[in-house]
């Protein structure tokens, strides 16, 4: 019975984290495809890092805040939490 119940669950990743501070965010480099990052002041603070595109060349860089409903743990979008004009 051990068995199945380990299949049935996604393996975790590992999660970055790191201190949002202005010059740790703008020190981020382009990525390649989209990254998550957390908050290690606030843990329920994230980041989603897009890849460059034509309007955003480093990225963009958006805010979410991470809430746990019902035992589910979704990613909600905070409006207007585009980084750096938040």
């Known amino acids: ?13 590992k999660k970055k984290s790191f201190r949002f501070t202005q010059q740790s965010l ?4 382009a990525p390649r495809k989209r990254n998550y990052f957390y908050d290690t002041k606030e843990p ?3 980041l989603t890092h ?9 990225g963009k860089k958006t805010f979410f805040a991470r809430v746990t ?3 589910r743990t ?9 980084y750096p004009d938040m």
């Not at 019975?1 to 990743?13: F, I, K, V, Y």
């Not at 897009?50 to 480093?58: F, L």
């Open 1 to 13: 019975m051990a068995d199945t119940d380990s299949t049935t669950r996604a393996p975790q990743r």
């Open 26 to 29: 703008d020190a981020l480099p």
């Open 44 to 46: 329920k603070l994230g």
């Open 50 to 58: 897009m890849p460059p595109s034509k309007n955003y060349p480093n």
């Open 69 to 71: 409903r019902h035992g």
């Open 74 to 82: 979704k990613r909600i979008t905070i409006q207007d939490g585009i």
